[in-house]
């Protein structure tokens, strides 16, 4: 056959093989080494026409296509390492290209030598190949599981072009110096007939290697996906188990009421568990929703008898304990009902909690026994031991090192409906939180322990019980809400807390009674039959002609802190969410009789550069979540240090009153921080009376200022006017 003729099929091969890779570069562009491929292809095809060419000068026909070549191999090898993520080494491309060009040249132009120039240019393709097949095996490691076809064919490409040069190569003492490749040879035939289809399989290797991976990551989304699907219904499952305990709680002392109807102390002991039990399940539901959001909700320690946690966990997870039959105790040990502790509360709870569920699922008869050891004090601390044990079927070693992981259950789906834990990886986290670690100790057929150790700060300051005043507020209260038991829980609390107030179900009604009559507040829903309270307050409400301010506070069962924002920000004074605790609704009501400090200005309210500074450094939204929250926390955290202050615990009240303080100066809060400055030295002068309300008053203002602010800052039409509308 004419070598003539082989060269041109090879040369229009070359050219199919260009456009072949570009359309996999522009399927797969995403996939790194793609376009390495695709210049090692054009540059390859750009050689082969030129070879065809040999009637050209020998510049264009030998010299500018064996360099394309090269360089064309150098891409493909470079490609390959990145497809493969495999460290290249250019060093020795960088020595050959200094030895091999100019001898290419030298043998061409000077001596002219074809079997020279045949070997320098096996030297450049047996690299090549060889580069290849290293980056194939380190990236994919030969007989792997992972090596599928696509290797295979890529790997027996490169090889089989490094036989075909080599063979040449081998062969070439039938040559002579002066031969080229349109020599009738039949080592030439042969090699020509080999190159014209190599550049088809190599391309085909190449585009299923590409395709492989494709399907690869395919598969891995398609697992994630699964797995994140079974990960969420493992999630929701067990958090249906976690309402079940509570929810056992309130119908199990419900139905309890109902044997005792002559003993008041009886029925205040059951309501108390029933509201206990209320409130778990609200801040679980929060929990749940702030998780979701990717959102972390700051614990507080606050002062409380571990004492009586115990045995308030105990009355909750009874009737759970009972249902099959067991035992659950508490054993305490160096603590006393009146010991005080600061700790984190809900976070302890929590645990405890979880670690008496899962002991309950898991144990069939016999008693579970909640144990409290506490050790000497030392500088007003003392170290808490909490042990968790049960007669159970106890662990193997195996079991022990799997419990902990996220979602792991030791038993069937029917056992697991029960009981109410939600996991002994959530338990680990929260300790580790606390700095201390969970221990477990179990023999078959014995039983399980679970323990930790806390250092808690002790006072000797015993605990009074928070009442509501009994003096009525001087309000006159409009509660907007449409459903019965909402308005008849509202009612009875209204009825101890102010003077007078109203009912209407709709805002239509709401709209009516304010225009006859005079409120102080509006406790409005969000959701009501005709239309959403919170639209209705920033198009309707404004409308309305008041002779005296009405301040607004929204009641909602959503969880999401979004709309508390939204509430603030349209110049609502609060949101409460259901379920509304008594305490809670009565300090807002409280707090809206407050007459505002007259020598607080708005100008002096905010250091407008600093805020401006810190809206630049944060994004807007973990800015918008952080003042969402900020007004709460400071009201919780002054009432926190109130309450510290009448414990006598002086230490911890102003490490939190300095924590404030490093909080308003951070937002730029000039006149909340000189209060709180003002405040610290009171506390150092005995017999000082403090304005606590005040205080309280000026870190809501300042956190409504903000929210102005930012919410002018990240609203487009703002823009034009933020000269004016920002004077701080």
Not at 285 to 292: D, E, F, P, R, W
Not at 544 to 561: E, N, Q
Request: glycine fraction near 4%; include cysteine; hydrophobic fraction near 45%.
């Amino acid at each position: 056959m004419d070598p003539k003729f082989l060269i041109q099929v090879t040369a229009i091969t070359t050219v199919v093989c260009t456009v072949f890779m570009a359309v996999n570069w522009f399927i797969n562009k995403a996939l790194p080494g793609t376009r390495d491929w695709l210049c090692f292809i054009a540059l390859t095809g750009i050689g082969c026409g030129l070879l065809a060419a040999y009637t050209l000068p020998v510049t264009f026909s030998i010299f500018i296509p064996n360099l394309a070549i090269a360089i064309g191999l150098f891409y493909l090898t470079r490609g390959v390492d990145a497809f493969f993520a495999v460290q290249s080494n250019y060093m020795p491309w960088y020595v050959l290209g200094a030895i091999g060009i100019p001898s290419f040249s030298y043998f061409l132009y000077v001596d002219f030598n074809f079997i020279a120039r045949v070997i320098l240019n096996y030297l450049v393709w047996a690299m090549a190949m060889i580069y290849c097949l290293r980056a194939l095996n380190q990236g994919q490691k030969l007989l792997s599981k992972d090596f599928t076809v696509a290797h295979w064919a890529f790997g027996l490409s490169c090889f089989s072009l490094l036989l075909v040069f080599t063979f040449r190569a081998v062969m070439l003492g039938s040559y002579s110096v002066t031969d080229s490749l349109v020599s009738a040879n039949w080592v030439n035939q042969f090699f020509s007939v080999s190159v014209s289809t190599m550049p088809l399989l190599l391309c085909f290797s190449l585009c299923l290697l590409c395709s492989s991976r494709r399907e690869k990551e395919l598969q891995s989304l398609k697992t994630a996906a699964e797995q994140s699907a079974q990960i969420k219904g493992q999630f929701l499952t067990l958090l249906s188990h976690e309402l079940r305990t509570p929810l056992n709680a309130i119908v199990g002392h419900a139905e309890s009421l109902k044997k005792v109807p002559r003993e008041p102390a009886r029925h205040a002991e059951l309501c108390d568990v029933i509201v206990h039990a209320a409130m778990s399940m609200s801040d679980l539901a929060n929990q749940v929703l702030l998780q979701a959001k990717g959102e972390y909700a700051a614990q507080n320690r606050v002062p409380f008898s571990l004492y009586s946690l115990a045995q308030e966990l105990v009355r909750l997870l009874q009737p759970l304990a009972l249902a099959k039959g067991l035992s659950l105790k508490v054993e305490v040990k160096g603590l006393y009902p009146q010991d005080v502790h600061v700790v984190e509360q809900d976070t302890l709870a929590l645990i405890l909690r979880n670690l008496l569920s899962n002991a309950i699922k898991y144990t069939d008869k016999g008693c579970i026994t909640l144990s409290l050891e506490g050790a000497a004090r030392e500088d007003d601390k003392q170290a808490i031991r909490f042990a968790i044990r049960d007669t159970g079927k106890g662990l193997t070693e195996a079991q022990i090192e799997r419990i902990f992981e996220p979602f792991v259950t030791l038993d069937s789906e029917q056992s697991i409906s029960h009981s109410a834990g939600i996991g002994l990886a959530l338990c680990k986290q929260l300790l580790h939180g606390l700095a201390a670690n969970l221990d477990v100790k179990s023999q078959l057929g014995q039983g399980t322990e679970f323990s930790f150790e806390l250092t808690c700060q002790c006072s000797n300051t015993p605990i009074q019980q928070g009442q509501l005043s009994a003096e009525k507020l001087p309000l006159n209260v409009l509660v907007v809400e449409d459903n019965a038991i909402n308005v008849e829980v509202i009612s009875n609390y209204l009825n101890d807390m102010v003077t007078q107030f109203s009912l209407v179900k709709s805002l239509a009604e709401a709209e009516v009674t304010l225009l006859a009559h005079h409120f102080d507040i509006v406790l409005l829903d969000m959701h009501l039959p005709d239309g959403h309270g919170l639209e209705w307050f920033k198009t309707r409400f404004t409308e309305i002609g008041f002779t005296k301010k009405v301040k607004v506070i929204a009641l909602t069962g959503d969880g999401d802190p979004e709309l508390k924002r939204r509430c603030l920000q349209a110049g609502m004074q609060d949101c409460l969410t259901k379920p509304v605790m008594p305490s809670r609704l009565y300090a807002v009501l409280e707090s809206s009789t407050i007459k505002q400090v007259s020598s607080i200005e708005r100008k002096v309210l905010i250091d407008r550069p600093k805020f401006l500074e810190l809206v630049h450094s944060e994004a807007s939204g973990v800015l918008a979540t952080k003042l969402m929250y900020l007004a709460d926390r400071f009201e919780y955290e002054i009432a926190q240090i109130k309450g510290l202050i009448e414990l006598d615990v002086q230490d911890l009240a102003a490490e939190k009153l300095h924590y404030i303080e490093a909080e308003a100066q951070n937002f730029g809060m000039i006149n909340l921080v000189e209060h709180i400055q003002s405040l610290q030295s009171q506390l150092l002068q005995t017999g000082s009376t403090i304005d606590w309300d005040t205080l309280a008053a000026v870190a809501r203002q300042s956190v409504e200022r903000l929210l102005e602010l930012h919410a002018q800052l990240v609203t487009p039409q703002s823009h034009s006017n933020q000269a004016v509308n920002l004077s701080a």
